[in-house]
């Protein structure tokens, strides 16, 4: 059984400090996706990183990919309270059909 | 046009009523998807269909009940649902060849 575990899984930072959220896994994922959700909304794609290694930035957010594309990061530079919502990863295989996803990571970002 | 639309936002129904929620899309995404998500959790698979024919049902009880009348529209079907099945549906689409979902903004559903 694929899992992927996401951590931290609560997170309250003052605005201006970075954080990083972790997504770990013993299986091989051909594509890692990172999402973002408000309360009330669905989650909203941030990136899909696919490539052992790979960094992609989105501009305060870096994301990279493992190389053995076991496991992922998300870090924030300078967050903002507008960060602030439910950090998901989820993990892709095969045709993608059907993503494996992390517990999720609750960051409050404070003024 | 680049968003999934739901109908309605919100619904609350009996445990005898039927109900359908409705997903929208034309982005030209050929896999759709419902999901169920609960408070402070991850979404949980429900069903998957892919060109219009259902590809995944993991296990979901019979009172709900999917329909993909075309390519552009994805409905579920609730009947006889229980106290428990209040969530957050939400539906996603996405590209064969691309890795990333695009989610509507879900319906909050209560069963009473």
């Not at chain 1, 990083?20 to 990136?47: A, D, K």
């Not at chain 2, 639309?5 to 919100?10: E, L, W």
Request: hydrophobic content about 30%.
């Amino acid at each position: 059984t694929q899992l992927l575990e996401q951590s931290p899984q609560f997170l309250s930072i003052q605005e201006g400090e970075n954080l990083t959220v972790y997504c770990n896994s013993s299986s091989v994922f051909s594509s890692l996706q990172w999402y973002r959700q408000e309360p009330g909304e669905g989650p909203v794609l941030l990136v899909t990183v696919v490539t052992g290694g790979e960094v992609k930035k989105l501009k305060r957010l870096t994301f990279q990919f493992g190389d053995a594309r076991k496991d992922s990061s998300l870090h924030i530079t300078a967050a903002q309270t507008g960060d602030t919502g439910l950090y998901l990863c989820a993990g892709g295989s095969g045709n993608n059909r059907k993503l494996i996803w992390g517990l999720g990571t609750s960051l409050a970002v404070n003024p | 046009d680049t968003e999934v639309t739901q109908t309605p936002k919100h619904l609350v129904m009996g445990m005898t009523n039927k109900k359908s929620l409705k997903c929208e899309q034309h982005m030209g995404h050929r896999a759709m998807y419902w999901y169920k998500q609960k408070a402070k959790k991850p979404p949980e698979l429900m069903f998957v269909y892919s060109y219009e024919k259902l590809s995944i049902n993991e296990s979901v009880p019979s009172r709900f009940s999917p329909e993909c009348p075309n390519s552009s529209l994805l409905n579920l079907h609730l009947h006889a649902l229980q106290p428990e099945d209040s969530a957050l549906y939400l539906c996603a689409s996405s590209q064969p060849t691309y890795y990333g979902y695009t989610f509507g903004s879900g319906t909050r559903l209560t069963v009473v």
